[in-house]
């Protein structure tokens, strides 16, 4: 049985041609059921071969740019004045750093006693300033983060200058030179933390940031979690490496290097007002990473829990409901089985060592770790009666080497290695709220590669040149379980939700990313002026192939209803593609001082996006006809300006009370993701109704009805005046220094995307949809669903533009109370309020389709109130003790209606209507607690630590995904938060 020929198409049908690849085989099928099972020789391997040519490549990269945006790096600047506060120009103050890159520096105070120091690694330093006939002020312990200015004010008494007078105490905490709304985590701060095995787990301490899911002692760390900040999309949100993007390059806001938070010396959470240099507007996450120094340096980290140390948390309805949900099959295999959210074993292990080379001229730092974890998958069982495991494997290298070329120059390489194994992923098979059998699942392999380079070379006192290229390559597998044998039919039941026998495809997903970056920094009196360029190409490919069932290599999905025989999907596969897109940036920012109290932050970003796809085919398949196509070009192709703008107002003029205002545009991030939706050979599929005439349970050819119709990007075309996506937000804020080395904030955020992208199927009008009022079977609930005129069955043009309904708008308030480590106490602490409205359905969903009802409504992991809270206290004799408390609103669920063909026949075969606006229910609220003890055993030159976490304290349990399907399992949960763990471990440092 061959589909008929897809109408609206827009791309002309070419022969085969050679190299076309019409392939006869894929890669995907060749190991296939096999565990993954790869040496540390064979990594080592093929990682030096590929590690040579790169670096070579970003050298000249480095050495052929014109100038780079260097982030993960900080600044000191301040004023030095008499004992009258009169400015004091001419005086020389030098900064103290010895042994690191960089560390020891001088400059002159300009006209105003003003002076800066920059491009400094996070640390600790030391200012002195000195002027004949005054006495010299020094300042020990000024603390410096990346991407921060540190505010140092020196005074100097009328004296001798050999007299110094050291001041007391530690830099300010507030920041009022910049805009930028961010929280740091110093590695002092992710050590003491009891949640820091993943950038993820570190990233909930953030105000405002909301994760897709609850992490409970690293559950959740080798699956990525997706942030949110201030209603940004998936799309605005990055992962960045010293300032370098690392993000995937097959999809903008998602990762494919799982990275070791050992690795880093700071984690820096940008959540809003970011400068001009930065092309996106939503979460960033920039790793900093160690660097060396002449100091041999070296630590130990072990941490781990199993079955023994952690706790069943599931009683009353909750239990009730999972052992409601479980198969019926299951529970006649094995009538005793007793759902559980246990973790059978995490363990993790990590080794950091650094220090010199060549003293004073090139340093090392090497991080490697090995991490495991084992844990039952709540909600989902076997067929066989036994409880589906959820088990993971990952490995991690990593050496960065910096060289102090000369005196104002330097140089930093990194290298870093990821291998990642998830042996039973169920986000490629189902959502979270489905039930997934273990053979459903599969087994994900995935090797990562990332090279950077970054030059840094001070032209002359006021000018700072910066050139850096990374390269960054990820290959994921995605393969069977190996009980999966061939001819299996890959199953799904719409009612139950439930998704058994095997996945209907498997993959194979190469993608590469590259960054160029430059900038050149000119400092000169009141202003602060950067200025610079940025290149990025993206190169994501996807092969799809159906190796399982009895039509393999095509997908193929069989369809129940409660168990009866419904319909069946049908697929492309097998297909295979290639996505390219490039960015082109250049930027000019300014910091402006126009006044003691007042500082600009002024910016404008100009960036164009361009994507392409070559020639490529489609296979013939029973299902679908062979077809090839031409070179997609400019898919889209875009220019569009950033401004950005920020001011803050010093009120006191002594850096204890800032205001601060901004208003910015961001470019949303784009990449390949538009050119995923007209790509003619994208993974889709047909529904075909099933009629089981033989009662064998297997679907014949001849059994099956008339496709929908494949809706391939053929049928889909961008408007000709489509526009850059933006986001505009709007920010006021004020921040006090308080006693006790503390800093409260309060800060109000409007945010709203505008130009968003949506479809409408020209092919089918909304008034050619016929309202049909019914009663479905199977939740008795009475609707109306609309069903698609006979004569248009598939029937497909489908046009992408810019729809002021799909638009969104976000407002909050997040208040803040940080303290620094001082008097053995420190705190951080966030209230955050918000609400996020929007279409609720996303781009893909046709704007005619009547049947996508309550478009407007809450968007995303809405929840209108959070509050977290981290605190530490060190007990005597060396004892410390922290924690951490957060609350979350539930998210907001949609209830929906699945009318099948044993309600109403219906053109599609199944439509889904939804029943009430989301939000009318909500997941409940969440009480996480988490807590750490640790003693440190010194001998001066060696500690020891030993350290026990309780994660989960309360041993709450949560919902966090239940059933919102009208039907027999409708409200059953599926899901809920993973049962208290203790995890014991040790720190050594040498």
């Not at 540390?40 to 040519?53: C, D, F, K, Y």
């Not at 005619?848 to 981290?870: A, Q, T, Y």
């Not at 060696?942 to 994660?951: A, H, L, N, T």
Request: glycine residues 10%; charged residues 20%.
């Amino acid at each position: 049985m061959v589909s008929p020929k897809n109408p609206g198409q827009r791309i002309s049908i070419r022969g085969r041609r050679a190299g076309v690849g019409c392939h006869p085989q894929s890669s995907v099928g060749g190991g296939f059921g096999k565990r993954y099972d790869e040496s540390m020789e064979e990594w080592a391997m093929r990682t030096s071969i590929l590690a040579g040519p790169i670096v070579a490549t970003l050298l000249v990269w480095a050495i052929l740019a014109s100038s780079a945006a260097a982030q993960g790096v900080g600044a000191i600047g301040g004023t030095v004045s008499d004992t009258s506060g009169a400015a004091l120009p001419g005086v020389s103050v030098s900064l103290s750093n010895p042994g690191v890159i960089g560390g020891d520096q001088s400059s002159v105070t300009d006209e105003r006693g003003a002076y800066q120091f920059t491009r400094l690694v996070p640390g600790s330093y030391s200012i002195r300033a000195s002027l004949q006939g005054f006495r010299s002020a020094l300042q020990d312990k000024v603390v410096v983060n990346s991407d921060t200015t540190t505010r140092v004010d020196l005074r100097l008494e009328i004296g001798a200058l050999e007299e110094t007078i050291t001041v007391s105490g530690q830099s300010p905490l507030l920041d009022t030179t910049q805009t930028l709304k961010q929280t740091v985590m110093t590695r002092d701060t992710l050590d003491v933390l009891p949640s820091r095995s993943d950038v993820w787990a570190i990233g909930r301490a953030a105000p405002a940031v909301v994760m897709n899911k609850y992490d409970v002692g690293g559950s959740e760390m080798f699956s990525q979690s997706f942030p949110q900040i201030y209603g940004s999309t998936d799309n605005e949100r990055a992962y960045t490496i010293d300032g370098m993007d690392v993000t995937w390059a097959g999809g903008e806001g998602f990762v494919i290097s799982y990275l070791d938070a050992h690795m880093f010396q700071e984690v820096n959470l940008q959540t809003a007002s970011g400068a001009a240099e930065s092309a996106k507007g939503g979460l960033i996450t920039n790793m900093v990473t160690k660097t060396g120094s002449n100091r041999f340096l070296g630590s130990y980290s072990f941490s781990g829990g199993g079955e023994n140390t952690s706790w069943d948390n599931l009683s009353g309805q909750t239990l009730a409901d999972l052992l409601a949900a479980v198969p019926l099959r299951a529970r006649l295999a094995n009538p005793d089985l007793v759902p559980s959210a246990k973790t059978l074993g995490i363990f993790d292990n990590s080794v950091s060592v650094s220090g010199p080379i060549m003293r004073d001229k090139l340093w090392f730092a090497t991080t490697a770790s090995i991490a495991s974890l084992a844990q039952y998958r709540v909600g989902s069982y076997n067929l066989d009666g036994s409880r589906a495991q959820d088990e993971n494997l990952m490995r991690n290298i990593s050496t960065k080497v910096s060289w102090q070329a000369r005196r104002a120059s330097q140089l930093h390489m990194l290298y870093n290695f990821n291998n990642k194994g998830q042996f039973n992923r169920t986000e490629n098979t189902a959502p979270i709220t489905d039930f997934i059998d273990g053979n459903a699942t599969i087994h994900q392999v995935i090797n990562s590669n990332i090279v950077q380079a970054k030059w840094t070379s001070v032209l002359r006192h006021d000018l700072l040149f910066d050139a850096s290229g990374s390269y960054l390559h990820g290959d994921e597998h995605g393969r069977p379980q190996d009980a999966v044998e061939p001819g299996s039919i890959p199953t799904f039941d719409s009612v139950r939700r439930e998704h058994t026998v095997a996945p209907p495809n498997f993959l194979h997903r190469p993608a590469s990313r590259v960054n160029i970056l430059s900038s050149l920094t000119f400092h000169t009196g009141s202003h602060d002026l950067k200025a610079g360029y940025q290149f990025m190409y993206r190169k994501a490919s996807d092969t799809w192939t159906g190796v399982i069932s009895p039509y393999a290599p095509f997908g193929f999905r069989r369809v129940l209803r409660n168990g009866l025989p419904d319909s069946v999907n049908t697929y492309n596969s097998p297909t295979t593609f290639v996505m390219y897109s490039h960015d082109h940036a250049g930027f000019i920012q300014d910091r402006w001082t126009p006044t003691k109290k007042l500082t600009l932050n002024l910016g404008l970003r100009l960036e164009s996006t361009y994507a392409w796809e070559p020639a490529l085919c489609q296979e013939e398949t029973l299902f679908i006809a062979a077809r090839c196509f031409g070179k997609i070009e400019g898919a889209p192709s875009l220019v569009m300006p950033s401004p950005r703008f920020g001011v803050i107002y010093d009120v006191t003029g002594d850096g204890k009370t800032a205001i601060k205002l901004t208003v910015n545009r961001y470019n949303q991030p784009i990449g390949v993701n538009y050119l995923q939706l007209i790509n003619p050979v994208r993974l889709t599929n047909d529904t075909r109704l099933w009629t089981d005439g033989n009662h064998d349970f297997v679907p014949q050819l001849d059994e099956l009805g008339p496709s929908t119709g494949f809706n391939l990007g053929t049928t889909n075309r961008f408007a000709d005046d489509l526009k850059w996506p933006s986001a505009v937000e709007y920010s006021i804020g004020v921040q006090r220094s308080l006693p006790y080395e503390m800093v409260a904030g309060v800060t109000y955020i409007n945010r709203r995307r505008g130009d968003e992208i949506g479809s409408k199927n020209l092919a089918v009008p909304t008034n050619t949809y016929i309202p049909l009022t019914v009663t479905e079977v199977s939740s008795g609930a009475v609707v109306t669903v609309y069903n698609q005129a006979p004569a248009l069955r598939g029937k497909f043009d489908v046009l992408y533009g810019n729809y002021p309904e799909m638009d969104t708008e976000f407002n909050g308030v997040d208040i803040t109370l940080n303290k620094r480590l001082s008097h053995r106490w420190m705190m951080m602490g966030s209230a955050s309020f918000g609400k996020s409205t929007g279409d609720i359905y996303g781009s893909s969903f046709d704007l005619n389709d009547p049947n996508n009802s309550f478009r407007r409504g809450l968007i995303g992991n809405e929840v209108p109130f959070s509050l977290k809270i981290f605190g530490l206290y060190q007990l005597p004799y060396n004892i410390q003790f922290s924690g951490t408390v957060q609350h979350f609103t539930g998210f907001p669920e949609l209830t929906t209606v699945l009318v099948s063909s044993n309600t109403v026949a219906l053109t599609r075969v199944t439509q889904r209507v939804t029943y009430e606006p989301r939000g009318t229910t909500r997941l409940p609220d969440v009480n996480m607690a988490d807590i750490s003890v640790r003693k440190a055993f010194s001998n001066g030159r060696y500690s020891i630590e030993p350290i026990m976490d309780v994660f989960n304290v309360t041993n709450g349990s949560a919902i966090r995904a239940r059933s919102t399907q009208l039907g027999p399992s409708y409200g059953v949960a599926s899901d809920v938060v993973r049962g208290r763990i203790i995890k014991f471990g040790v720190n050594v440092r040498f």
